[in-house]
């Protein structure tokens, strides 16, 4: 069925260190893949996004990894700074016009 | 940079009335959507809207939803007949052009069902 999950809903991180958030998806049929920052108060702003054809895309210090054996999905975030701080959703779409969520992870970083 | 806005911030509403909340998408995109977040909870897909009509819905959007695009920029989602399970956070986003491009979220609208 639909699912799309975090192997954690918490992560710790040292600032200055990298961080990599892990998701995990059920349906094959997925193929395009994204990564959202929510901060409090506010609405999901996007990252970056990946499409099935590719397995690994990179931005402004962030990069996504695809899986797809194993259906897993990954983002990391290089050099993490305070105002990195958040939730970090995984969604994905199936050639539809539905965006499905993951569950989150929300990422604090240690001074 | 553009953004996409929603009114009210906060709406508390007595359950068993109906409920509207507003968006101003951005205004060259073409696609709409509304989302919902329970507290603490993922952000859940409500329904997707495209050339003045729904091209997708989630099987959240029962028939006491409804959505409306009345004029050239509002976009809304109606609740007929609230009940205690619609509190939550809803979102609004758009695209330029479908859900395979970057959407663009509200800050969200905090219904409180009493």
């Known amino acids: 069925g639909e699912s799309v999950g975090l192997h954690l809903p918490t992560l710790s991180v040292q600032e200055g260190d990298n961080s990599i958030i892990n998701c995990a998806y059920s349906?094959?049929?997925?193929?395009?893949f994204i990564w959202y920052k929510q901060e409090s108060g506010k609405g999901p702003q996007f990252i970056i996004d990946?499409?099935?054809?590719?397995d690994k895309r990179q931005g402004q210090r962030v990069t996504v990894l695809l899986n797809k054996t194993v259906k897993h999905l990954s983002l990391q975030i290089a050099a993490t700074q305070p105002g990195d701080s958040a939730v970090y959703f995984c969604?994905?779409?199936?050639?539809?016009?539905?965006?499905?969520f993951g569950k989150g992870t929300r990422l604090h970083i240690l001074p | 940079e553009p953004e996409v806005t929603q009114t009210p911030s906060h709406q508390v509403t007595q359950m068993g009335q109906e409920v509207i909340l507003r968006c101003v998408p951005i205004?060259?995109?073409?696609?709409f959507y509304w989302y919902r977040q329970i507290l603490g909870q993922k952000v859940e897909f409500l329904v997707s809207?495209?050339?003045?009509?729904?091209?997708?819905k989630s099987e959240i959007f029962d028939d006491q939803f409804s959505v409306e695009r009345p004029d050239g920029s509002n976009f809304t989602l109606k609740i007929r007949s609230t009940k205690l399970e619609d509190s939550a956070m809803y979102f609004c986003?758009?695209?330029?052009?479908?859900?395979?491009?970057?959407?663009?979220f509200g800050d969200g609208t905090r219904l409180s069902i009493l």
């Open positions: 990946i499409r099935s054809n590719m």
């Open positions: 986003a758009s695209s330029l052009g479908g859900p395979r491009q970057p959407q663009h």
């Open positions: 349906n094959s049929a997925s193929d395009y």
């Open positions: 809207f495209y050339n003045n009509e729904i091209s997708e």
């Open positions: 205004s060259n995109h073409l696609y």
């Open positions: 969604a994905e779409n199936m050639r539809n016009d539905k965006i499905i």
